[in-house]
């Protein structure tokens, strides 16, 4: 398979702050549907991953594509256009807003070219604000205020309110921080289902939830990787227990 193949090919990608090398050398694949998790201790450089790849924070050498794109050199706003979504931990919602509002301006304005359409438009809105409210576990909440939503609840909109966008490549950074158990594993067959029509990026501590959710493990230390491969080989690694899941 070359390169071109993959949604997300990154290659010798470093960053250095102040000549720290919080990500050095690192190469990692992602194909069509699959889902990548990256695991690591504190400090490895999976937050930093993230930054590099929706722009947050640029390189210092290497190269990130995008369905064969450089995303190196584009502006964060560009990359979300090119079809790249990223969560982070802490969810940013509108919560003075109801769940339906919520999806709603999440709509990516100017996608329909004809204004005079508007009718078409909103029919449009509509049918896409229920069909994801449905995928996100939310129909019955669609006219609840978003303050008043459960943690998980509000992790769930936030998910749904990038699968507005319809990414091809969706990055959460800890989704099920702070979830009670139930959530968690709603939220593993939450991932498994939207991941059938995209790839996902998502970086997990908890390693039960890795083991319901993860094609492919990436495991980072030191900014570097230090195995990669299915969630069975990674916890049989020796170095990967030396250094992480033994602790
Ligand atoms: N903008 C920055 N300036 C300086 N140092 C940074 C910056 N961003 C990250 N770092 C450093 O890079 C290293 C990797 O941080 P990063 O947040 O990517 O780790 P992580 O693997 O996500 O850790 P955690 O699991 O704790 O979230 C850390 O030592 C961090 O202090």
């Known amino acids: 398979m070359s390169n071109t193949d993959f949604v997300l090919a990154i290659e010798d990608l470093t960053v250095s702050f102040d000549g720290f090398k919080a990500v050095d050398g690192l190469n990692m694949y992602i194909d069509h549907n699959e889902l990548h998790v990256v695991i690591g201790p504190n400090g490895a450089g999976k937050t ?121 490549l969706l990055m959460l950074d800890e989704p099920v921080a702070g979830m009670s158990a139930k959530e968690r594993d709603q939220t593993a067959d939450l991932l498994k289902r939207i991941c059938q029509n995209r790839s996902m990026l998502v970086i997990e501590h908890d390693m039960e939830f890795v083991k319901q959710i993860a094609h492919k493990v990436t495991v980072l230390h030191q900014g570097k990787i230090l195995a990669a491969g299915t969630m069975d080989k990674i916890q049989a690694n020796e170095k990967v227990i030396e250094v992480y899941l033994g602790h």
């Open 48 to 168: 930093t991953v993230l930054d590099l790849i929706c722009g947050k924070t640029k390189s210092s050498s290497g190269s990130i594509k995008f369905k064969n794109r450089e995303l190196t050199k584009m502006p964060e706003h560009q990359i979300v256009r090119a079809g790249v979504g990223r969560k982070f931990q802490t969810p940013s919602i509108y919560e003075n807003l109801t769940v339906y509002q919520n999806l709603e301006v999440s709509y990516p304005a100017g996608r329909s070219v004809w204004g005079s359409l508007t009718f078409k438009r909103t029919d449009e809105v509509i049918e896409r604000v229920n069909k994801i409210a449905a995928e996100v576990l939310l129909t019955d909440l669609l006219q609840t205020e978003a303050a008043l939503l459960s943690h998980g609840q509000k992790q769930w909109l936030e998910i749904g309110m990038l699968l507005m966008q319809d990414p091809e």
